[in-house]
């Protein structure tokens, strides 16, 4: 009978010594907390405007949405893969929601039909991503490129390239309720969605298959399992995650837009990787790319409050992503000279 592979723990393999362990835990999760702590003092100091709690409850809107697409980026990049469909398919899902909240349908009718719509549309798109790219053998690259103008496009059609509005005014206070008058109701949703995440990748066997397969695809094959299912999984999460996130973009902004998040896969993959997980797969956590939204959203909007001007802050969030970039490869260095002492 095959047995389950022994993936590399996120944390760090089982025969490191305990001050090793903490080196890769700060390399990979701790270290971008306390990077974001630091902006967060940075800007309190440099702008009167940054550390108040309108302020706070705008990062956390917008964290919300990119969070949810980061997660499912997340499983695929464990697996070694990539998915520059994400911002395209969640474009998709508004629109598709959009038109079924704004049709003649009772809105105790539309408004179940729009999540499972939005939903539906992002796990539907991950099945075209995974399949194609693990049964033909394809680059994720290359399928998740077509598929990012293949949803877009979808998206102009539909909408006929303009914004839906006129959402019916119960989906509407729902998405403006907030908890204690504070916290959003789609800042709840990104929260388990991290949760539940982080639950799966830790503590169940299908994600002790993704970092087995992101550490050593061949490793699982030769023990007797099949790699392609939890490959094609990912890429599903991905997808419906993306679905998710164009129905809470609904939620907060009220309108389905086909321009909606370009760009936003390029935030959800550089978020990851400055969170600790490895391009190179196998390693990581959700928690770590939650913190690593964060970091983004801070940085971005306290270069904002201190006046620096657009193209310049473009400039400064690309450097910061090279640098992250660059970072990963010396972090995976440093921790594998780490595991073989």
Known sequence: MSSLPQPVSPRGGSSMSMANRAVVFGLREAGVGVALVVLILIFSVLSPFFATTDNFTSILAQVSINTILAVGMTFV???????????????????????????????????????????????????FNGFVSEWWRVSSFIVTLGMMSIARGSSQVISNNS???????????????????????????????????????????????????????????LSGHNPMPYKISAFVICGLLAGLA?????LRLKAGSPIAAVGWELTAIAAVIIGGTSFAGGKGSVIGTFFGVALLQVLGTGLILVGVEDNVRTIIIGLVVVAAAVFDTYRSRIISGLRAR
Do not use: H
Not at 187 to 192: E, F, P
């Open 77 to 127: 990049i464990l697996i070694a893969g990539i998915d520059l469909s994400v911002g395209s398919v969640l474009a998709l899902a508004t629109v598709v929601g959009a038109k079924l909240l704004v049709s003649d349908l009772d809105p105790l009718v539309s408004i179940p039909m729009t999540v499972v719509a939005c939903i539906g549309v992002g796990a539907l798109c991950g099945i």
């Open 163 to 221: 914004t839906i509005t006129g959402m019916p005014k119960v989906f509407k206070d729902f998405g403006n309720w907030q908890i204690f008058e504070l916290v959003p109701v789609y800042v709840i949703i990104a929260i388990v969605i991290v949760l539940v995440a982080w639950f799966v990748l830790r503590f169940t066997v299908f994600g002790r298959f993704i970092y087995a397969i992101g550490n050593n695809e061949e490793a699982v094959r």
């Open 246 to 250: 164009g129905l809470v973009f609904l």
